[in-house]
Protein backbone atom coordinates (compact mmCIF):
# COMPACT_ATOMS: atom_id res chain seq x y z
CA UNK A 1 0.00 0.00 0.00
CA UNK A 2 1.08 3.22 -0.93
CA UNK A 3 0.59 6.38 0.97
CA UNK A 4 0.95 10.33 -0.12
CA UNK A 5 0.46 13.64 1.02
CA UNK A 6 -1.48 15.92 -1.64
CA UNK A 7 -2.81 18.96 -2.85
CA UNK A 8 -5.51 19.58 -4.90
CA UNK A 9 -5.93 22.98 -6.04
CA UNK A 10 -4.50 25.46 -3.43
CA UNK A 11 -6.55 23.78 -0.52
CA UNK A 12 -4.45 22.58 2.13
CA UNK A 13 -2.32 19.23 2.08
CA UNK A 14 -4.27 15.68 2.13
CA UNK A 15 -3.36 12.14 2.69
CA UNK A 16 -3.98 9.73 -0.31
CA UNK A 17 -3.44 6.43 -1.00
CA UNK A 18 -2.61 5.06 -4.32
CA UNK A 19 -5.57 2.64 -5.75
CA UNK A 20 -3.84 2.29 -9.05
CA UNK A 21 -1.28 3.93 -11.57
CA UNK A 22 -3.75 7.02 -11.85
CA UNK A 23 -6.27 7.17 -8.92
CA UNK A 24 -6.03 8.52 -5.49
CA UNK A 25 -7.86 7.65 -2.75
CA UNK A 26 -8.73 10.89 -0.48
CA UNK A 27 -8.01 9.57 3.34
CA UNK A 28 -8.31 12.81 4.82
CA UNK A 29 -12.22 12.78 3.31
CA UNK A 30 -12.41 9.76 6.38
CA UNK A 31 -10.48 11.74 8.84
CA UNK A 32 -7.14 10.84 8.47
CA UNK A 33 -5.47 13.49 10.25
CA UNK A 34 -1.78 13.25 9.10
CA UNK A 35 1.24 10.96 8.15
CA UNK A 36 2.85 11.28 11.06
CA UNK A 37 0.08 10.57 13.52
CA UNK A 38 -1.24 7.49 11.00
CA UNK A 39 2.43 6.33 11.42
CA UNK A 40 1.85 6.20 15.72
CA UNK A 41 -0.90 3.91 14.94
CA UNK A 42 -0.55 -0.13 15.81
CA UNK A 43 -3.00 -0.88 13.19
CA UNK A 44 -1.36 1.15 10.80
CA UNK A 45 -1.67 -1.41 7.11
CA UNK A 46 -5.26 -2.68 8.99
CA UNK A 47 -6.61 1.07 9.23
CA UNK A 48 -5.44 1.55 5.99
CA UNK A 49 -7.10 -1.47 4.92
CA UNK A 50 -10.41 -0.35 6.27
CA UNK A 51 -10.14 3.27 4.82
CA UNK A 52 -9.49 1.70 1.51
CA UNK A 53 -13.01 -0.21 1.70
CA UNK A 54 -14.92 2.98 2.59
CA UNK A 55 -16.68 4.98 -0.34
CA UNK A 56 -14.10 7.29 -0.33
CA UNK A 57 -13.89 10.51 -2.79
CA UNK A 58 -11.11 9.38 -6.06
CA UNK A 59 -8.98 11.61 -7.47
CA UNK A 60 -7.15 11.44 -10.62
CA UNK A 61 -3.79 11.78 -10.14
CA UNK A 62 -3.11 13.99 -12.82
CA UNK A 63 -5.12 16.57 -11.32
CA UNK A 64 -3.05 16.95 -8.04
CA UNK A 65 -0.20 18.29 -6.69
CA UNK A 66 2.30 15.51 -5.00
CA UNK A 67 3.74 17.07 -1.82
CA UNK A 68 6.53 15.33 0.37
CA UNK A 69 5.31 13.31 2.72
CA UNK A 70 7.45 14.61 5.47
CA UNK A 71 5.58 16.75 7.96
CA UNK A 72 7.45 17.46 11.14
CA UNK A 73 10.19 14.72 11.02
CA UNK A 74 13.77 15.56 11.04
CA UNK A 75 15.27 14.26 8.27
CA UNK A 76 19.04 11.76 8.78
CA UNK A 77 20.92 10.37 6.47
CA UNK A 78 23.56 6.88 6.38
CA UNK A 79 26.65 7.30 5.01
CA UNK A 80 29.24 4.31 3.15
CA UNK A 81 26.55 2.09 3.46
CA UNK A 82 27.25 0.31 0.28
CA UNK A 83 31.14 -0.52 -1.33
CA UNK A 84 30.37 1.82 -4.40
CA UNK A 85 30.40 4.69 -2.09
CA UNK A 86 33.35 3.90 0.35
CA UNK A 87 35.32 3.54 -3.07
CA UNK A 88 33.91 6.96 -4.41
CA UNK A 89 34.96 8.84 -1.41
CA UNK A 90 38.16 7.11 -1.09
CA UNK A 91 38.90 8.20 -4.79
CA UNK A 92 37.68 11.47 -3.82
CA UNK A 93 39.96 12.00 -1.22
CA UNK A 94 43.21 11.00 -0.16
CA UNK A 95 42.83 13.15 2.99
CA UNK A 96 39.81 11.58 4.50
CA UNK A 97 40.42 7.64 2.53
CA UNK A 98 41.24 6.43 5.70
CA UNK A 99 38.15 7.75 7.67
CA UNK A 100 35.76 6.17 4.82
CA UNK A 101 37.67 2.86 5.07
CA UNK A 102 37.05 2.62 8.80
CA UNK A 103 33.79 3.72 8.86
CA UNK A 104 32.38 0.88 6.41
CA UNK A 105 33.72 -1.42 8.55
CA UNK A 106 32.97 0.16 12.11
CA UNK A 107 30.60 -1.12 14.40
CA UNK A 108 28.60 2.38 14.60
CA UNK A 109 27.27 3.56 10.86
CA UNK A 110 28.09 7.33 9.80
CA UNK A 111 24.66 9.06 10.60
CA UNK A 112 24.38 12.72 10.02
CA UNK A 113 21.96 15.38 10.18
CA UNK A 114 20.24 16.28 6.62
CA UNK A 115 16.88 18.51 6.75
CA UNK A 116 14.63 20.14 9.23
CA UNK A 117 11.19 19.06 7.61
CA UNK A 118 10.51 22.29 6.41
CA UNK A 119 13.30 22.86 4.05
CA UNK A 120 13.00 19.57 2.74
CA UNK A 121 11.89 19.47 -1.53
CA UNK A 122 8.53 17.93 -2.89
CA UNK A 123 8.43 16.12 -6.25
CA UNK A 124 8.93 17.96 -9.16
CA UNK A 125 9.97 21.41 -7.30
CA UNK A 126 13.57 22.05 -8.07
CA UNK A 127 16.40 20.85 -5.92
CA UNK A 128 19.71 22.77 -5.64
CA UNK A 129 23.49 22.98 -6.83
CA UNK A 130 25.77 25.38 -4.83
CA UNK A 131 26.86 28.13 -6.29
CA UNK A 132 30.21 27.79 -4.49
CA UNK A 133 30.80 24.12 -5.45
CA UNK A 134 32.01 22.80 -8.63
CA UNK A 135 31.06 18.95 -8.77
CA UNK A 136 27.77 17.94 -7.56
CA UNK A 137 25.70 14.58 -7.85
CA UNK A 138 22.14 13.47 -6.53
CA UNK A 139 22.02 10.29 -4.49
CA UNK A 140 19.23 8.37 -4.92
CA UNK A 141 18.72 6.23 -1.40
CA UNK A 142 16.49 4.07 0.16
CA UNK A 143 14.64 6.35 3.01
CA UNK A 144 13.02 4.17 6.21
CA UNK A 145 10.07 6.50 7.71
CA UNK A 146 10.11 5.58 11.32
CA UNK A 147 7.27 6.80 14.13
CA UNK A 148 8.31 7.63 17.32
CA UNK A 149 8.93 4.49 19.15
CA UNK A 150 11.66 3.78 16.47
CA UNK A 151 9.36 1.42 14.60
CA UNK A 152 9.87 1.17 10.81
CA UNK A 153 6.33 1.63 9.18
CA UNK A 154 7.15 2.35 5.95
CA UNK A 155 9.46 3.47 2.63
CA UNK A 156 10.56 6.46 0.44
CA UNK A 157 13.09 7.75 -1.95
CA UNK A 158 15.67 10.20 -0.84
CA UNK A 159 17.52 12.37 -2.60
CA UNK A 160 20.71 13.59 -0.64
CA UNK A 161 21.86 16.22 -2.57
CA UNK A 162 26.22 16.22 -2.71
CA UNK A 163 29.02 18.71 -3.60
CA UNK A 164 31.41 16.19 -3.49
CA UNK A 165 34.68 18.94 -3.98
CA UNK A 166 34.08 20.22 -0.73
CA UNK A 167 33.55 17.21 0.88
CA UNK A 168 36.66 15.57 -0.76
CA UNK A 169 38.78 18.78 0.71
CA UNK A 170 38.12 18.39 4.08
CA UNK A 171 35.69 15.73 5.90
CA UNK A 172 35.12 18.62 8.54
CA UNK A 173 32.85 20.24 5.44
CA UNK A 174 30.76 17.61 5.54
CA UNK A 175 27.68 19.92 6.84
CA UNK A 176 28.73 22.47 4.22
CA UNK A 177 28.55 19.41 1.05
CA UNK A 178 25.62 18.27 2.41
CA UNK A 179 23.41 20.66 3.98
CA UNK A 180 21.90 23.81 2.14
CA UNK A 181 18.77 25.03 0.52
CA UNK A 182 17.38 22.09 -1.64
CA UNK A 183 19.42 20.01 -0.98
CA UNK A 184 17.07 17.00 0.07
CA UNK A 185 14.26 15.87 -1.78
CA UNK A 186 11.61 12.81 -0.40
CA UNK A 187 9.10 11.66 -1.35
CA UNK A 188 6.65 10.91 -3.20
CA UNK A 189 5.09 7.76 -1.99
CA UNK A 190 5.57 5.98 1.78
CA UNK A 191 5.08 2.00 1.22
CA UNK A 192 3.73 0.46 3.95
CA UNK A 193 3.24 -3.32 5.01
CA UNK A 194 6.55 -4.57 3.30
CA UNK A 195 8.94 -6.22 5.24
CA UNK A 196 12.96 -4.96 5.58
CA UNK A 197 13.61 -8.75 3.32
CA UNK A 198 11.50 -7.44 0.79
CA UNK A 199 12.55 -4.14 0.72
CA UNK A 200 16.02 -5.41 0.21
CA UNK A 201 15.01 -7.23 -3.32
CA UNK A 202 14.21 -3.83 -4.68
CA UNK A 203 16.62 -1.85 -7.26
CA UNK A 204 17.06 1.75 -7.43
CA UNK A 205 17.58 3.61 -10.44
CA UNK A 206 19.09 6.77 -11.02
CA UNK A 207 18.76 8.93 -14.46
CA UNK A 208 19.62 12.23 -15.34
CA UNK A 209 18.31 14.00 -18.37
CA UNK A 210 20.28 17.10 -19.90
CA UNK A 211 18.99 18.75 -22.91
CA UNK A 212 16.35 16.56 -23.73
CA UNK A 213 18.80 13.61 -23.57
CA UNK A 214 19.80 10.62 -20.78
CA UNK A 215 23.29 12.60 -19.36
CA UNK A 216 23.50 9.55 -16.83
CA UNK A 217 21.83 6.01 -15.83
CA UNK A 218 22.80 3.80 -13.07
CA UNK A 219 21.47 1.77 -10.65
CA UNK A 220 21.90 -0.99 -7.49
CA UNK A 221 19.85 -3.01 -5.45
CA UNK A 222 18.82 -2.27 -1.94
CA UNK A 223 20.07 -5.53 -0.55
CA UNK A 224 23.92 -4.36 -1.37
CA UNK A 225 23.48 -2.24 1.86
CA UNK A 226 25.88 -3.76 4.34
CA UNK A 227 23.90 -2.95 7.13
CA UNK A 228 20.34 -4.41 8.66
CA UNK A 229 17.76 -1.35 8.74
CA UNK A 230 16.88 -2.14 12.42
CA UNK A 231 20.64 -1.76 13.32
CA UNK A 232 20.67 1.91 11.23
CA UNK A 233 17.62 2.82 13.57
CA UNK A 234 18.79 1.56 16.38
CA UNK A 235 21.74 3.86 16.01
CA UNK A 236 20.07 6.65 15.22
CA UNK A 237 17.52 6.49 18.11
CA UNK A 238 20.39 5.98 20.77
CA UNK A 239 20.26 8.90 23.20
CA UNK A 240 17.28 10.77 21.20
CA UNK A 241 13.76 11.25 21.17
CA UNK A 242 11.94 11.76 17.74
CA UNK A 243 8.64 12.88 18.88
CA UNK A 244 7.01 13.57 15.54
CA UNK A 245 9.59 10.19 14.08
CA UNK A 246 12.30 10.26 11.64
CA UNK A 247 13.00 9.62 8.25
CA UNK A 248 16.62 8.12 7.51
CA UNK A 249 18.18 8.55 4.52
CA UNK A 250 20.33 4.72 3.98
CA UNK A 251 23.24 6.01 1.62
CA UNK A 252 23.92 5.78 -2.20
CA UNK A 253 24.99 2.74 -4.09
CA UNK A 254 24.81 4.82 -7.23
CA UNK A 255 27.88 7.26 -7.84
CA UNK A 256 27.85 8.87 -11.01
CA UNK A 257 31.60 8.59 -12.70
CA UNK A 258 34.50 11.08 -11.43
CA UNK A 259 34.07 13.33 -14.91
CA UNK A 260 30.34 14.30 -14.04
CA UNK A 261 28.26 16.97 -12.21
CA UNK A 262 25.13 18.36 -12.51
CA UNK A 263 23.88 21.40 -14.00
CA UNK A 264 21.33 24.05 -13.59
CA UNK A 265 18.67 22.91 -15.93
CA UNK A 266 19.76 18.98 -15.59
CA UNK A 267 16.33 16.78 -14.40
CA UNK A 268 16.76 13.84 -11.81
CA UNK A 269 14.36 10.69 -11.77
CA UNK A 270 14.99 8.08 -9.27
CA UNK A 271 13.15 4.91 -9.02
CA UNK A 272 12.44 2.29 -6.73
CA UNK A 273 11.07 -0.54 -7.58
CA UNK A 274 8.13 -0.77 -4.93
CA UNK A 275 8.15 2.40 -4.34
CA UNK A 276 7.71 4.91 -7.47
CA UNK A 277 9.81 7.92 -9.01
CA UNK A 278 11.06 10.69 -7.40
CA UNK A 279 11.75 13.75 -10.17
CA UNK A 280 13.49 17.16 -9.37
CA UNK A 281 14.54 19.75 -12.04
CA UNK A 282 18.01 21.20 -10.58
CA UNK A 283 18.74 25.06 -10.07
CA UNK A 284 21.45 26.68 -8.46
CA UNK A 285 20.96 28.28 -4.92
O1 LIG B 1 30.50 10.81 4.31
C1 LIG B 1 30.04 10.95 3.27
C2 LIG B 1 28.62 10.82 2.94
C3 LIG B 1 28.25 9.49 2.42
C4 LIG B 1 26.89 9.41 1.87
O2 LIG B 1 26.10 10.33 1.89
C5 LIG B 1 26.46 8.14 1.25
O3 LIG B 1 27.20 7.16 1.25
O4 LIG B 1 25.32 8.12 0.76
MG1 LIG C 1 24.20 9.92 0.80
Request: contains cysteine; neutral net charge.
Amino acid sequence: MKLCRFQAASAPARIGLLLDESTLLDLSAAGAEGMASLFERDDLSTQVAAFAKQNLPRLDLSTVRLLTPVERQEIWAAGVTYLRSKKARMEESDFSANAYDRVYEAARPELFFKSLPEKVVSPNKPVGIRSDARWNVPEPELALVMNSRRKIVGYTIGNDMSSRDIEGENLLYLPQAKVYGRSCAVGPYVTIGVSEAEARQWRISLEIRRDGAVAFQGETSVGQIKRSFEELADFLFRSQKFPHGAVLLTGTGVVPPDSFTLQSGDTISIEISGIGKLNNPVIAV
